[in-house]
């Protein structure tokens, strides 16, 4: 069965620290691996999206990692802002042939960054 | 500006009705999808929809319906046959191709009253 781990569950920081967190993943056969950040109450939003043949991608302060060999991604959150309280989800998507959404998402890590 | 708009950003259902939740997207997508999110737990897929006028179930349709008439358009009704409609709900959209990201609504969040 095709499964995401995040981790920590949640995760709590000062503001101007770095952070990083954790995906394991399952899937087979692999796709790509996206990231999201989801406010309180609000839909999520692409923060990446990394295929099998990349191991890194930027956006701002964000920086997605990726292993395939090891089917593990991190992301890395720079100079924490108070506008970086989120949940961050991690969703991989499977190779479906044209299918169904072929996406396993993970339950994400809840940041919340202290003042 | 083009985006995916979800409505009503909350609703309440009384036990035994049903009720609809709106999707409206201007992004020219052919796919759209059904989400339901519960604390502690990942996105769940309702129904999806690849192109007008079709639809698929995905991992938990019991208790829930949809039409596909216009591709701007995917409607779910939470029916009275869904037992635990109490959660948070989001709808999505994607073009073709599988390295595209998808573009939430920014959800509605259904109480049972």
């Known amino acids: 069965k095709n499964q995401v781990e995040q981790s920590p569950q949640s995760l709590i920081i000062l503001e101007g620290k770095n952070c990083t967190l954790q995906?394991?993943?399952?899937?087979?056969?692999?796709?790509?691996l996206r990231w999201y950040k989801q406010d309180t109450g609000r839909g999520p939003v692409s923060l990446t999206i990394m295929t099998f043949s990349e191991n890194t991608k930027s956006n701002g302060r964000y920086t997605a990692t990726l292993d395939a060999d090891t089917k593990q991604s991190s992301l890395h959150i720079t100079a924490s802002q108070l506008s970086d309280s989120a949940s961050y989800i991690c969703?991989?998507?499977?190779?479906?042939?044209?299918?169904?959404?072929?996406?396993?998402f993970g339950k994400g890590t809840h940041l919340i960054i202290q003042p | 500006d083009g985006g995916i708009t979800q409505s009503p950003k909350y609703l309440f259902r009384k036990e035994g009705q049903n009720v609809t939740l709106s999707c409206e997207q201007n992004l020219n997508h052919d796919a759209m999808y059904w989400y339901r999110q519960d604390p502690g737990q990942g996105l769940r897929l309702i129904y999806y929809?690849?192109?007008?006028?079709?639809?698929q179930k995905g991992d938990i349709a019991e208790g829930y319906s949809v039409s596909r008439e216009k591709k701007e358009s995917f409607p779910l009704t939470v029916t009275s046959a869904q037992k635990n409609p109490t959660a948070f709900y989001l709808c999505?959209?994607?073009?073709?191709?599988?390295?595209?990201?998808?573009?939430f609504g920014s959800g509605t969040r259904l109480t049972v009253v």
């Open positions: 969703v991989v998507s499977e190779e479906t042939g044209g299918g169904a959404d072929g996406l396993t």
């Open positions: 929809s690849q192109i007008v006028n079709d639809f």
């Open positions: 995906c394991n993943y399952t899937v087979s056969p692999f796709s790509n």
């Open positions: 999505a959209s994607s073009p073709p191709g599988g390295l595209s990201g998808y573009t």
